[in-house]
């Protein structure tokens, strides 16, 4: 796992290896979407590292996003039921 990235705007497509993840906006329809483009130069810094977890934690840090949005679930239901689409 210490090379591989999924990149996705579903966070249940990788929910499960959030430190290997990186979540990008939607883009269907968008013929100005950059999303993919804008993440070149730091995919290609990935290279020279022996894992590509430790970098995206930094960068992104899903795990802890994810954690807090757990948090706030639990805290406040029918808030997070009704303004959030990770479920």
Known sequence: MKDIIIIDNQLLSFYSCLTNSILVESFYGDSEDIALKSLIPFLLNLEK??????????????PGIYQNYIKAKKLFPKLIKSSCKLT
Not at 49 to 62: P, Y
Request: aromatic share 8%; no cysteine; hydrophobic share 35%.
């Open 49 to 62: 590292v022996t894992d590509v977890r430790n970098e995206l934690e930094k960068e992104f840090d899903l």
